[in-house]
Each structure stands twice: as structure tokens, then as C-alpha cells.
């Protein structure tokens, strides 16, 4: 009778390589995951609750494979909960160095996914970290300048985004996130929230060469022209609420 053959931690070679085969969990991931989905369902259920939040164009957000969102978010916090809420995938926010070193608000963002956006030029981790998430997990990226920016610097910003596209061959979906008069319960008027998606945008991937810049430009201006015409235009009583404002970060 022949002995089956042995590892070197006494285990037979059949059993070894059955243990290698069965897949790893990553508890960091898994942790990640559920606090995650946690935070998204906890925050969601408060929002419905509380701004009767309701969504158009949600069919645009793929259920599977890479894109980024965008916006121009005129609450960092409120617009990163909102979004969170389109899908049933994982969101990866890239957001401001200051918030993501908060010594409270900071740690949990990271362990969630989120990533630190860029301090200077020299800096590429977050950029490393984004194309990580794009061309190996295949996820959901959302880049967000502030609307308190100036137009130029939110079209420099747009810019980089479709330079992260080109490099990451994903679609570029514009969305925009706006108040709206309602009532809570169908009886306590209240400030509710609403969502516009818009069609995804397919990028050139020639945008990401220099020689390109004024085309990469020229389409991060409509890119933002897309975002605002995503608001619509209303008149309510005394005040209109303008696509220019958008432009300014006002209300």
C-alpha cells in the first residue's frame, strides 16, 4: 500500500492543495463592505424619511462594470449619501485631503473606500488608487468638484476627470443633485431632495494626449453646461431659480 504523499506541515498534498483552491475571504474588504452598506442604509432610510428623495434617469447607473459619476456638489457630505443611494454598488468618493484627515470623520471614510483627493502635482496616490478601482475592480467612481470653486477651476477639475476616463476607458455619467418644495407625509411641507441623471458620456481616448488639451477643455465646459441644464428651471413665486446661479454655487 502506497502512504499518500505529505506536506511539509503534515498534511496530505491533496488536502493542501483543496485548501489553496477555496477562496480567501479578505476580512479588511468584508469590514469595509458591511460598514459601507451600513452607513448607506441607515442614511438612506433617513433620507427618504426626511426629503422625500426621488430620482430620474437612475436607469443610467450600470449594474455592473466601471464609470464615474459626477456633479458639482454644493454639500460634499449630503451629495456623497445621495449618490451612495443610486445603486446597489460600492461608490468610491474621492474627496477633499482636509476631510479625509479628520481625526474622527477621517478614518471611517478611508475603511468605507473612500479616497483622498490629490494634495499637488507630485502626488499620485489618489490617482493610482482611482485607476485601481477602475481597471482591476471594475467599480463605481464619483469625482465631485465644489461648487464654491471658480468656473475655471471647476473646468481645470473636469478636465482631470476626463483624463482619469480616457486612461480608465470608462463612461462619464453627469448628474445633478437639487432641492425641491414637498410634504413630508403628504402633510408637513418640507425641503426635499431630487436627482437627475443624465446619458452617459463616451470620452475619446486621444483627450488624454497634450496635443488634445483645447478638445479636453472644450469638453469639460459642456460637461458642466450638461450638469447645469440637468437642474431644471423653475419659477416659484418671487424667485426663479437660474442655471446660471449653478455656476456661482448659489441656491
Given at each position: 500500500?502506497?502512504?499518500?504523499?505529505?506536506?511539509e506541515?503534515?498534511?496530505?498534498?491533496?488536502?493542501?492543495?483543496?485548501?489553496?483552491?477555496?477562496?480567501?475571504?479578505?476580512?479588511?474588504?468584508?469590514?469595509?463592505?458591511?460598514?459601507?452598506?451600513?452607513?448607506?442604509?441607515?442614511?438612506?432610510?433617513?433620507?427618504?424619511?426626511?426629503?422625500?428623495?426621488?430620482?430620474?434617469?437612475?436607469?443610467?447607473?450600470?449594474?455592473?462594470?466601471?464609470?464615474?459619476?459626477?456633479?458639482?456638489?454644493?454639500?460634499?457630505?449630503?451629495?456623497?449619501?445621495?449618490?451612495?443611494?443610486?445603486?446597489?454598488?460600492?461608490v468610491?468618493?474621492?474627496?477633499?485631503?482636509?476631510?479625509?484627515?479628520?481625526?474622527?470623520?477621517?478614518?471611517?471614510?478611508?475603511?468605507?473606500?473612500?479616497?483622498?483627493?490629490?494634495?499637488?502635482?507630485?502626488?499620485?496616490?489618489?490617482?493610482?488608487?482611482?485607476?485601481?478601482?477602475?481597471?482591476?475592480?471594475?467599480?463605481?467612481?464619483?469625482?465631485?468638484?465644489?461648487?464654491?470653486?471658480?468656473?475655471?477651476?471647476?473646468?481645470?477639475?473636469?478636465?482631470?476627470?476626463i483624463?482619469?476616463?480616457?486612461?480608465?476607458?470608462?463612461?462619464?455619467?453627469?448628474?445633478?443633485?437639487?432641492?425641491?418644495?414637498?410634504?413630508?407625509?403628504?402633510?408637513?411641507?418640507?425641503?426635499?431632495?431630487?436627482?437627475?441623471?443624465?446619458?452617459?458620456?463616451?470620452?475619446?481616448?486621444?483627450?488624454?494626449?497634450?496635443?488634445?488639451?483645447?478638445?479636453?477643455?472644450?469638453l469639460?465646459?459642456?460637461?458642466?453646461?450638461?450638469?447645469e441644464?440637468?437642474?431644471p428651471?423653475?419659477?416659484?413665486?418671487?424667485?426663479?431659480?437660474?442655471?446660471?446661479?449653478?455656476?456661482?454655487?448659489?441656491?
Amino acid at each position: 500500500m502506497v502512504a499518500a504523499k505529505t506536506s511539509e506541515e503534515g498534511k496530505p498534498e491533496s488536502e493542501k492543495k483543496e485548501e489553496e483552491a477555496r477562496p480567501k475571504f479578505d476580512k479588511k474588504a468584508l469590514l469595509s463592505d458591511a460598514l459601507y452598506f451600513g452607513i448607506k442604509g441607515i442614511g438612506g432610510s433617513i433620507l427618504k424619511a426626511l426629503t422625500d428623495l426621488k430620482v430620474d434617469g437612475q436607469e443610467y447607473i450600470p449594474i455592473r462594470g466601471k464609470a464615474i459619476l459626477t456633479t458639482i456638489s454644493k454639500n460634499v457630505f449630503q451629495d456623497m449619501l445621495v449618490i451612495s443611494q443610486l445603486t446597489g454598488r460600492k461608490v468610491h468618493f474621492m474627496l477633499h485631503p482636509k476631510i479625509m484627515k479628520h481625526q474622527v470623520a477621517g478614518p471611517i471614510l478611508k475603511t468605507i473606500g473612500m479616497i483622498r483627493g490629490t494634495e499637488n502635482k507630485d502626488d499620485t496616490e489618489p490617482v493610482d488608487k482611482v485607476f485601481e478601482i477602475l481597471n482591476e475592480i471594475g467599480d463605481l467612481v464619483a469625482l465631485t468638484p465644489e461648487a464654491r470653486l471658480d468656473r475655471e477651476t471647476q473646468v481645470k477639475s473636469m478636465a482631470g476627470i476626463i483624463k482619469f476616463a480616457c486612461a480608465g476607458n470608462a463612461p462619464i455619467i453627469p448628474l445633478v443633485v437639487y432641492g425641491a418644495k414637498t410634504k413630508l407625509f403628504n402633510l408637513i411641507p418640507a425641503k426635499g431632495l431630487r436627482v437627475k441623471i443624465g446619458k452617459p458620456i463616451e470620452v475619446d481616448k486621444k483627450l488624454n494626449r497634450d496635443k488634445f488639451r483645447d478638445q479636453r477643455y472644450q469638453l469639460a465646459e459642456e460637461i458642466l453646461q450638461i450638469i447645469e441644464g440637468l437642474r431644471p428651471v423653475e419659477t416659484n413665486g418671487e424667485k426663479e431659480i437660474k442655471r446660471e446661479e449653478s455656476q456661482n454655487g448659489e441656491k
